[in-house]
């Protein structure tokens, strides 16, 4: 991170843990500041999930009692659940017309 000519990566769930520690710690904003300050260091986000699904994994583990894996299962869940949701009233309003 200090040498100009290197690149610094930073897993999702990596960036989550940073996150949800922050946010337990400080709320919202601190953890939103936290990330801010890894990207104006140039930390490269490695996205194999986007900044909104690890920021409210982060948030639900931010709670306590509740592994990050659990949270992440619990997030993708709901993001399924929510694009069955769309597909079925999208099908719903194609039958009614």
Known sequence: ???????????????CEVFYQFHRAGGESAATGAINDLQSMNVIERADFDQAFWQDAGRLKSNGGVSLAD????????????????IRLTIGACART
Do not use: F
């Open 1 to 15: 991170m200090i040498d100009p000519a290197s690149q610094c990566y930073a897993h999702g769930m990596n960036l």
């Open 71 to 86: 949270c992440s299962v619990s997030m993708e869940i709901c993001s399924y659940s929510n694009y069955l949701t769309t």
